[in-house]
């Protein structure tokens, strides 16, 4: 997964941000891209796959809710 470049260039600002707030301590571009690295190889891709489960549940509940409706139009 890729975002653009400024999309990057902010989440490597919030998470230098971060680790200053939690350890009072700088940490440098080639760590936080490191780290940016890292969730990016590790955690995208399970974070991308919930929420491909989330849609996937609310496509399926539409569809249900689109042949209740198909039922309701058929003569009898």
Known sequence: MRL??????????????????EHEKEL??????????FFMKNC????????????QGVILQQFESIQEDIEVLKKR
């Open 4 to 21: 653009r470049s400024d999309q990057k260039t902010v989440i490597i600002q919030k998470l230098q941000d971060y680790y200053y707030q």
């Open 28 to 37: 440098g571009i080639i760590g936080a891209e490191n780290l940016y690295d």
């Open 44 to 55: 995208a891709p399970l974070i991308y796959n919930l929420a491909i489960e989330d849609i």
